[in-house]
């Protein structure tokens, strides 16, 4: 009998590679998405993308989304708040398992695990320590489309936000950084893959710089990535 499962979803490629590792395996049953959402912006909290864009992409996947939604310039305490209201959610429903897609960064495992501890929800990691370039390979020779949504311009060029990950921007990104983004280089948002059911079709809009909150000084660059049409 498979285990349910919940998935940590972002929207971006190591979710969703991890999330098609689940689907190929005979172990687990994937119950659905988990994804935060800023509600003053009705978008993911990391990667700026619109909420109807992700839901086009559950659409797709053929899975359910569980929306945790966060303010604007949400204080950890309330972060942690709301997570543990999802996560109380997720094992009234006899679910056991979460799964995150992160690869090595241990600050962040330990405090997923940290988060789940006492619960009596595991955390499960499908591509925990492989290597990025390998994952990267595996990610396109799938077939999975990303596009980057969004990029750290402290560690690579602007110009890498709204391109798609393929063998050219492979051989043109710095090599000194992960190439899966795993530091924070940049965000992505998948459009298409083996399990999505049809394409995600978007056009990009405009671009916008953030600042640093730490440091008041301009960092992140996003562009807005448009749905450009919504399946029949």
Same mark, same amino acid.
């Given at each position: 009998?498979?285990?349910?499962?919940?998935?940590? $979803?972002?929207?971006?490629?190591?979710?969703?590679?991890?999330?098609?590792?689940?689907?190929?395996?005979?172990?687990?049953?994937?119950?659905?998405?988990?994804?935060?959402?800023?509600?003053?912006?009705?978008?993911?909290?990391?990667?700026?993308?619109?909420?109807?864009?992700?839901?086009?992409?559950?659409?797709?996947?053929?899975?359910?989304?569980?929306?945790?939604?966060?303010?604007?310039?949400?204080?950890?305490?309330?972060?942690?708040?709301?997570?543990?209201?999802?996560?109380?959610?997720?094992?009234?429903?006899?679910?056991?398992?979460?799964?995150?897609?992160?690869?090595?960064?241990?600050?962040?495992?330990?405090?997923?695990?940290?988060?789940?501890?006492?619960?009596?929800?595991?955390?499960?990691?499908?591509?925990?320590?492989?290597?990025?370039?390998?994952?990267?390979?595996? $990610?396109?020779?799938?077939?999975?489309?990303?596009?980057? +949504? +969004?990029?750290?311009?402290?560690?690579?060029?602007?110009?890498?936000?709204?391109? %798609?990950?393929?063998?050219?921007?492979?051989?043109?990104?710095?090599?000194?950084?992960?190439?899966?983004?795993?530091?924070?280089?940049?965000?992505?948002?998948?459009?298409?893959?083996?399990?999505?059911?049809?394409?995600?079709?978007?056009?990009?809009?405009?671009?916008?710089?953030?600042?640093?909150?730490?440091?008041?000084?301009?960092? $992140?660059?996003? %562009?807005?990535?448009?749905?450009?049409?919504?399946?029949?």
């Amino acid at each position: 009998m498979k285990k349910k499962i919940v998935v940590s $979803f972002s929207g971006g490629k190591d979710s969703i590679l991890a999330l098609y590792r689940l689907q190929k395996s005979a172990e687990w049953e994937i119950d659905s998405l988990l994804t935060t959402l800023t509600e003053d912006y009705n978008r993911t909290t990391m990667h700026g993308v619109r909420n109807e864009l992700l839901e086009m992409q559950a659409k797709s996947l053929g899975l359910p989304l569980r929306a945790v939604w966060i303010p604007k310039d949400c204080s950890n305490d309330m972060y942690q708040q709301r997570m543990e209201q999802a996560v109380d959610g997720i094992k009234a429903d006899g679910i056991q398992h979460i799964m995150f897609g992160d690869i090595f960064l241990e600050d962040v495992k330990k405090y997923r695990e940290n988060m789940l501890e006492g619960t009596g929800i595991t955390p499960i990691f499908p591509i925990w320590g492989e290597s990025s370039e390998q994952i990267i390979e595996e $990610f396109l020779s799938e077939g999975f489309k990303t596009v980057v +949504c +969004c990029s750290d311009t402290l560690k690579i060029d602007s110009s890498f936000t709204g391109r %798609v990950i393929d063998e050219q921007f492979i051989a043109d990104y710095p090599k000194k950084h992960d190439i899966c983004g795993e530091n924070g280089e940049f965000h992505t948002f998948v459009f298409d893959g083996p399990n999505f059911s049809f394409p995600v079709t978007y056009t990009l809009g405009e671009t916008r710089m953030v600042k640093d909150m730490f440091s008041n000084e301009d960092r $992140f660059y996003y %562009v807005d990535i448009l749905p450009k049409g919504k399946p029949k």
